[in-house]
């Protein structure tokens, strides 16, 4: 069975956006992977379907109430689904590239999106929710950070880069930063590519690859290598 996602949100013309052309795109359509989504407002109560309420304790803002999320996720990921279920969360783990390569070595995710203050304490709990943040920064809603999550997971999953990914030491693949990256022309106003590079030495260029690599690890992300 190939990755499915089940995306839990109140704006689901978000989806799949981004993830409808190039590589994605084309593996959405060719079934390398899935995408469903389910409005939670079909689950919200009373005439107006309303999914959020003010907060207990006081204060501004809406919470999406737990009853409406928990009839959401029921119907989206039944008794007996394997699948991880996530929250995006800027108070959640912080995203990285091995959860990702977690993430697509599965069957799949079931993800919801929060909007508003973000969602009732009690349904996270008793769904058993993983929060993910992208990043220490707040969205507005969990939709955008769904698909940063998503894209980074499709483009790991088999036959969706064809040959791109194979023998390439990519940035977090070995806790470093990728090495720079030169083409053609050889020079460029007055910016030549280093020579090794040109130089058909493939252990030279792999020792030079992996010096830079280290190098601007130790510059830009020192906090990399003390893992
Ligand atoms: N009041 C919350 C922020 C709510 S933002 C707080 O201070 O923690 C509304 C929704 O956007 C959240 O429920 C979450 O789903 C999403 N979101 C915001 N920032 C995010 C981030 N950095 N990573 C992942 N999701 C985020």
């Not at 989806?15 to 052309?21: A, D, E, K, R, T």
């Not at 999106?113 to 992208?134: H, M, P, Y």
């Amino acid at each position: 069975m190939p990755f499915a996602a089940t995306i839990l949100t109140l704006y689901p013309d978000m989806f799949p956006g981004p993830l409808g052309v190039s590589l994605a795109g084309k593996a959405l359509s060719r079934g390398d992977w899935s995408l469903e989504t389910v409005q939670i407002r079909n689950f919200g109560r009373g005439k107006h379907r309303l999914v959020d309420d003010t907060p207990a304790g006081g204060g501004a803002g809406m919470v999406m109430r737990p009853d409406v999320v928990a009839e959401a996720i029921d119907h989206a990921a039944p008794e007996g689904d394997k699948r991880p279920r996530l929250m995006m969360s800027p108070r959640g783990r912080p995203l990285d590239q091995d959860f990702v390569r977690g993430l697509a070595d599965g069957p799949g995710a079931v993800i919801l999106c929060g909007r508003f203050e973000g969602v009732d304490e009690r349904v996270i709990e008793a769904r058993g929710l993983t929060e993910i943040s992208i990043g220490d920064y707040v969205l507005s809603g969990g939709e955008i950070a769904a698909l940063v999550l998503l894209d980074a997971v499709v483009r790991l999953l088999p036959g969706v880069m064809g040959n791109a990914l194979s023998g390439t030491h990519e940035s977090f693949e070995d806790g470093l930063l990728e090495h720079p990256h030169y083409t053609r022309p050889a020079e460029w106003e007055g910016r030549m590519i280093p020579p090794v590079l040109t130089s058909g030495d493939h252990g030279a260029v792999e020792r030079w690859r992996r010096t830079e690599a280290e190098r601007l690890t130790a510059e830009r992300r020192p906090d990399l290598l003390r893992r």
